[in-house]
């Protein structure tokens, strides 16, 4: 594959989601020092686990209606900014209600992630790259946490976990100055040779999206009443469960039910989301590769949608295996099958979205739906586990939740998001020329 001047975008995006979950799972490896010096159980550790997505569910539709309004590029600067000084203040907490204060900023700030990074998508990548692109920058979301595991693992237990806060947060910063210089438009940056600047121009919508634009957008009224819209939120919330269960509690998993020291726990924690990446971006590539524009336009992505959580349900059998290494083997498949379904379930709602003035709230709203049950898993996981003592019933529920997700994507993402009329016109309207 050719090297391409955009590719350095995908980059970039995918380093904002690296650190984005670097900076969540930094609580969640840390978690024992942070609760034998703060007394806390394993109930208030599961509400403190969750506390981030407060703030950061809260924010989803603000901020993705500020990323329609004033583009991405602004609002993902002070969005880092924001989250990243919210993370090094966590080093610096000294009672439970500190800790939960500085990570509900964090969510505040971390909520214009995937809105900014969705315009962004549809504004520099071709429609036949759209998987590809949202699949390297939703693998930062797996990165961040395999990272963790082992670096945060080798820093707290050398340094403590206040420091482990302090160094998340600058390397947000890091790469705060690097966005800034280098981050424009496809129209704006200088260091875009020309006749790429005029592919991506021309590719990056289909045909019927580049009508859809010259349509008034769909709005937030428009996006609630959409059955496609509420499919797509039901998906990505049943992914995000899995997702959110593995971030939190995992490591804690590993230790306690598996009698894995930290370091231990943060290597293997490592494997499944390395695996994971491996997988997501192959099932991508393939997406974009087995689907023309009029298959794109169909929806006909949620397919390998169903297929991938499908083959992430296999978590279900965890209960009833011995093996570790057979565990961490399910456990790769299962987050294999999250990574690809969230950021493939990204790139469908791009298909199906008629215009580009809607993705920040559209992807606002996608993301709602994932962390309405995302939000669940940290404390529903912490009251099963106080009161059975193991984890078995937890992991039988989020494979239970991965199948209803496959079906949601099957029978409700079926037609364009945006009323009946504008669908039609734009189909059956001849593509403008040179487009």
Do not use: H
């Amino acid at each position: 594959m050719t090297w391409k001047s955009r590719y350095w975008v995908f980059l970039m995006l995918f380093a904002l989601a690296t650190i984005n979950y670097l900076d969540r799972v930094a609580l969640s490896i840390s978690a024992g020092r942070i609760s034998a010096d703060l007394a806390i159980t394993k109930v208030q550790l599961g509400y403190l686990f969750s506390s981030f997505l407060w703030g950061y569910t809260l924010f989803l539709i603000p901020v993705g209606l500020l990323v329609d309004r004033f583009g991405s590029r602004s609002v993902a600067a002070v969005s880092m900014a924001v989250w990243s000084a919210a993370t090094a203040l966590t080093g610096a907490a000294m009672s439970v209600g500190a800790v939960i204060a500085a990570r509900i900023v964090m969510g505040v700030g971390e909520s214009s992630c995937y809105p900014a990074a969705g315009r962004i998508i549809r504004e520099w990548v071709p429609n036949s790259e759209r998987a590809t692109a949202t699949t390297i920058f939703n693998s930062g979301a797996y990165f961040g946490p395999a990272l963790g595991a082992v670096g945060l693992s080798w820093l707290v237990s050398v340094a403590g976990w206040r420091w482990s806060f302090a160094i998340c947060g600058l390397v947000g910063f890091i790469w705060l100055a690097f966005w800034l210089v280098f981050f424009r438009t496809p129209e704006k940056a200088t260091w875009l040779p020309e006749a790429e600047r005029r592919i991506i121009e021309r590719d990056r919508e289909t045909g019927r999206q580049v009508r859809g634009n010259t349509a008034p957008p769909v709005g937030l009224a428009g996006l609630i009443r959409s059955k496609t819209m509420i499919g797509l939120m039901i998906t990505q919330g049943c992914n995000s469960y899995t997702q959110y269960l593995f971030l939190t509690w995992l490591p804690n998993y590993l230790q306690t039910e598996r009698g894995m020291t930290m370091l231990t726990s943060g290597t293997v924690m490592a494997l499944p989301y390395l695996g994971a990446i491996v997988v997501s971006i192959a099932l991508g590539v393939l997406s974009d590769r087995m689907l023309t524009e009029q298959a794109v336009e169909a929806g006909r992505r949620r397919t390998l949608i169903g297929i991938v959580m499908i083959g992430g349900a296999s978590i279900l059998f965890v209960p009833w295996i011995s093996s570790v290494w057979v565990i961490i083997g399910l456990i790769t498949l299962a987050l294999g099958g999250v990574a690809t379904g969230n950021a493939l379930n990204i790139a469908l709602l791009g298909d199906l979205l008629p215009s580009k003035s809607d993705v920040g709230r559209g992807t606002a709203m996608l993301l709602i739906g994932g962390n309405v049950l995302g939000f669940l898993a940290p404390i529903v996981t912490g009251y099963v586990v106080q009161a059975t003592g193991q984890f078995a019933a937890a992991f039988v529920a989020a494979g239970v939740l991965l199948v209803v997700g496959a079906l949601s994507t099957w029978f409700l993402t079926r037609s364009p998001i945006g009323p009946a009329r504008i669908a039609v016109t734009t189909a059956n309207a001849p593509r403008a020329a040179g487009s």
